[in-house]
C-alpha cells in the first residue's frame, strides 16, 4: 500500500523521501559498515542534487556550513604544498563528507530528526550486543584485540557507541516521546562501551553526560557515586584496572601522549603554514621523533588541535576552530529559544564528546565517527527548517 503510495507521488516528492530513506540509511549502517554507508551516501547525494534541480533550489545549510567549507578549501592548499601531492590529494576525497550537512539539512525536516535518532539508536543496540558478545564468548578482552562490532577498529566503534550514548540520555532528559526505547537500549550502549577500554570515549561519554546534566538539573550529578559504585562493583578488572590508568602518569600510553605532543611542535614549527600534508604524519613520523618517543611510528598525532596544525597549518587549525564556535553558538542559539530541545541537546553532547574525547584521539578524521557527527549536529536547524513535503 505505501508502495503504491510512494509510487502515486510526484517525481520531486519521490526523490524527496528516496534522499531521506537515504539519509537514515548512512546513519544507521555507519555503525556497521563504512562502505554500506559510503553507497547510501552517494544515493543521498544524487537525490539532493536531483531536488535542488527539480525544484529549481538554493543550496540552503546552517551558518556554521561555511567556515566548514572554508577548513575544506585550506585542506586542499595544504595537500598543494605536501611532501607528496598525490597522495595528499587522495586523502581530501574525506572532505565531500562534508555535504552530509546540507543534505540532512534538507532530507531531515520536520520531525524527521527524531526518527533518524531513533534509527541510529536501534542500530547502535545491535551493535552493541555483537560488541558485547565478542568480549564475552569470542574472547575480546584484551588491548590488542577489543570489541570492534562489525567494523575495523575499536576506536571507531567505541566513538560511534560514545555518540549514540549522548543520543539517549538527551532523549531521556528532553524528548517527549520514545524515552522507553532510550532508556532500554542504553545499559547495552553503556556497558559495550566500557568493555572496549577505550578511555579516550569513556571521557568523551562522561563530559556528554555531564553537559545534559547541567542542562537539565544540577541535581541529577547526585546519581553519580551510584553509577561509580555499580561500575567498580560489576565491571571485570582488567577494565577497572584501565579505568585507574587514566590517572597514571607513568601509564606508557600516556607518556607517548606527551612525546607525540613534542613530535606535532616540531612539524607545526618546520611547516606553521601548510602543515606537512594530508597524510603525511605518519610518514614523516621518523623524521621529526625524539628520544622521548615510546612507539617508533604512529598513524596519526591522537589529538585534533595537534594533527589539524601540524597536517594543514595553523591557519587550517584556526578556521576549524571558527567552524566549532559557530557550531556551538548556532546550537547553544536554538537551545535557549526552547525549540526541538532534545536534537539541540543531543547535538550539543555530541559535540562535546567529540572534542572531549579529541583531545585524546583524531576522531574528527575517523570517516564514521565524522558522518554521525555531522548529521547529529545538522538536525536542531533541520527541524526549524520544518517538515518536507
Known sequence: ??????????????????????????????????????????VALVCWVAVLVVRHERVEAPSFFWPLLVYAGATLVSAAFSADPRA??????????????????????????HTLITVVLSCAAASAAI????????????????????????MTYSGLLMIAIGLAVSRLLFGKSDRTWAALVLPALAVAVALTSTRNAWVGVCAAVALLFSLKDFRLFSVLPIV??????????????????????????????????????????AHPLTGVGPNMVQRLYAEYR??????????????????????????????????????VRDLWKRF???????????????????????????????SEVLMLFLIIVTLPAAADRGAAP
Do not use: K
Open 228 to 269: 561509580a559504585a555499580v561500575f567498580f562493583a560489576l565491571a571485570p578488572s582488567s577494565i577497572t584496572h584501565r579505568f585507574v590508568s587514566i590517572f597514571d602518569a607513568r601509564d606508557p600510553t600516556t607518556l607517548d601522549r606527551f612525546a607525540m605532543l613534542h613530535e606535532g611542535e616540531r612539524m607545526i614549527a
Open 131 to 154: 560488541g558485547i558478545v565478542q568480549y564475552g564468548i569470542l574472547h575480546y578482552d584484551e588491548l590488542i584485540q577489543r570489541p570492534q562490532g562489525t567494523l575495523g577498529h575499536w
Open 336 to 366: 535557549t529559544t526552547g525549540r526541538h530541545r532534545a536534537l539541540t541537546a543531543a547535538a550539543l553532547a555530541t559535540v562535546v564528546a567529540l572534542l572531549t574525547a579529541g583531545l585524546f584521539e583524531y576522531n574528527f578524521g575517523d
Open 1 to 42: 500500500m505505501n508502495q503504491a503510495i510512494a509510487l502515486d507521488l510526484p517525481r520531486e516528492d519521490r526523490l524527496e523521501h528516496a534522499g531521506a530513506l537515504a539519509l537514515f540509511g548512512v546513519a544507521g549502517a555507519v555503525q556497521f559498515s563504512i562502505a554500506a554507508a559510503q553507497i547510501l551516501l552517494a
Open 290 to 327: 625524539g628520544p622521548d618517543a615510546i612507539n617508533q611510528i604512529n598513524p596519526h598525532l591522537h589529538n585534533n588541535l595537534l594533527q589539524i596544525a601540524a597536517e594543514r597549518g595553523l591557519p587550517a587549525l584556526a578556521i576549524w576552530l571558527w567552524f566549532i564556535v559557530a557550531l
Open 88 to 113: 595528499s590529494l587522495i586523502d581530501c576525497r574525506q572532505l565531500v563528507l562534508f555535504l552530509l550537512v546540507p543534505i540532512a539539512a534538507r532530507f531531515a525536516g520536520g520531525t524527521r530528526g
